[in-house]
Nanobody, 127 residues
Framework: QVHMVESGGGLVQAGGSLRLSCAASGGTFNRFAMGWFRQAPGKEREFVAT????????AYADFVKGRFTISRDNAKNTVYLQMNTLKLEDTAVYLCAAVRTAYSVSVRRNQYDYDYWGQGTQVTVSS
């Protein structure tokens, strides 16, 4: 069983930055593709970014391209989401997720592909 804990959320002004972290335990982290998703009140959960277990492949939702960067440190069993130029509409609970994949370059955009989820961390962007 893989256990994940997100951190780094908080209150930030529009245009500011935050770095989210997701620390994983209980599994072979360097064989899991990782993803970040978000859910705002009254809205469906949506894909934000994903990274392969080798770290060499990433994918982003169009609305975060050029602003957010996903990365991972397999030695620390941690995946990160650097968020820059935050907008009011980025306000949401951000969750990380993990899925075992066969290939080091596999990424997953679909939330239903993921097997393990963290509890989430709140990001609030104010004007």
């Amino acid at each position: 069983q893989v256990h994940m804990v997100e951190s780094g959320g908080g209150l930030v002004q529009a245009g500011g930055s935050l770095r989210l972290s997701c620390a994983a335990s209980g599994g072979t982290f360097n064989r899991f593709a990782m993803g970040w998703f978000r859910q705002a009140p009254g809205k469906e959960r949506e894909f934000v970014a994903t990274i392969s277990w080798g770290g060499g492949a990433t994918a982003y939702a169009d609305f975060v391209k050029g602003r957010f960067t996903i990365s991972r440190d397999n030695a620390k069993n941690t995946v990160y989401l650097q968020m820059n130029t935050l907008k009011l509409e980025d306000t949401a609970v951000y969750l990380c997720a993990a899925v075992r994949t066969a290939y080091s370059v596999s990424v997953r955009r679909n939330q239903y592909d993921y097997d393990y989820w963290g509890q989430g961390t709140q990001v609030t962007v104010s004007s």
